[in-house]
């Protein structure tokens, strides 16, 4: 099972950009789609970004869309997600999940830990 380390959320005022990163175990990267997944404080966990396997097929929730953008660095064993123009209602615990040869919009069957984005007005 791969494990996942997720980094570079913090706090940020409207209209800022973030970039989180989520670095990978083990060898088997390359077959893994990988996804980043945001709970907010009350709210269920939802799917903002998602990347297949074969790393050619990326997704996003309409929320995110135009703002965000994931890619996977093979090299580095590591996904990333580029958030822009960023709002209050992004504020949330984002996660990276990862899903054995699984599509762009990968179901969790692993998880990080997660990392805090806190975006002001």
């Known amino acids: 099972q791969v494990q996942l380390v997720e980094s570079g959320g913090g706090l940020v005022q409207a209209g800022g950009s973030l970039r989180l990163s989520c670095v990978t175990s083990g060898r088997t990267f390359s077959r893994y789609a990988l996804g980043w997944f945001r709970q907010a404080p009350g709210k269920e966990r939802e799917f903002v970004a998602g990347i297949d396997w074969t790393g050619t097929s990326t997704y996003y929730a309409d929320s995110v869309k135009g703002r965000s953008t994931i890619e996977r660095d093979s090299a580095k064993n590591t996904v990333y997600l580029q958030m822009n123009s960023l709002k209050p209602e992004d504020t949330a615990i984002y996660y990276c999940?990862?899903?054995?040869?699984?599509?762009?919009?990968?179901?969790?069957?692993?998880w990080g830990q997660g990392t805090q984005v806190t975006v002001s007005s």
């Open positions: 999940a990862a899903q054995l040869f699984g599509p762009a919009q990968p179901v969790g069957n692993s």
